[in-house]
């Protein structure tokens, strides 16, 4: 049964529409319902075996978004847009990260936590196999990266504009936020709110490959 709601045509049109936003008008904010539906685009998001090592932190006060400006190459994104959020990872993610999410599947499916003991193995070794503090960390990062895609696209659908930011000293934003006493570390931010008028960005065209250069059917 098809039960989309977006037809192809809308679909190319907010992903032409959307770019890298240089210059948000910061006298334009997001909507509650809007901004909800975008928190919920990265409740959403998948990852691998569902396992969730991230958390997304909604930077709210304008303090900490100034204090975040002089760590993110002075890149006003961070000061001017409606919304900013830090994409972070879990640090030192093991067997408690696992059992706290097959609880939650036991939980939501309402299933016997018992019937998840196999699945537990596979995540486990596979964690397992990540045999590095570094090798877990790129691995979560990867998933972050898809949380990121999601959180960006739900915008573009919306008409809300976005700016992806790894111009940012990640270190220094765990600082700011004090993510390490939490277990967290930054992988990457993002921008959401309303371009402005003068962003000279908006208006330039699109660089892409030809779709033959990046496609191939095997």
Request: hydrophobic share 45%.
């Amino acid at each position: 049964m098809n039960t989309s709601v977006c037809t192809p045509d809308s679909l190319l049109t907010q992903l032409q529409w959307r770019y890298a936003t240089k210059k948000f008008d910061a006298t334009q904010k997001i909507n509650l319902d809007q901004w909800q539906a975008l928190e919920q685009s990265l409740v959403l998001s998948p990852s691998s075996f569902g396992l969730q090592p991230w958390k997304f932190f909604v930077i709210t006060s304008p303090e900490k978004r100034a204090q975040l400006l002089s760590h993110s190459w002075n890149q006003q994104q961070v000061v001017d847009a409606s919304h900013f959020v830090v994409l972070a990872i879990k640090k030192d993610l093991d067997e408690a990260d696992v059992e706290r999410y097959l609880a939650r599947m036991a939980e939501v499916q309402q299933i016997p936590r018992e019937n998840l003991d196999k699945l537990g193995g596979v995540v486990n070794s596979f964690l397992d196999k990540l045999d590095s503090p570094l090798a877990k960390q790129a691995w979560s990062a990867r998933q972050v990266y898809i949380a990121l895609g999601f959180f960006m696209l739900s915008a573009a659908l919306l008409g809300i504009d976005t700016c992806p930011m790894e111009g940012i000293d990640p270190s220094a934003y765990d600082q700011v936020l004090e993510l390490e006493d939490l277990g967290y570390q930054t992988v990457v931010a993002c921008a959401a709110g309303y371009r402005a008028a003068d962003d000279g960005s908006a208006q330039r065209l699109k660089v892409r490959y030809a779709q033959a250069d990046v496609i191939t059917y095997l």
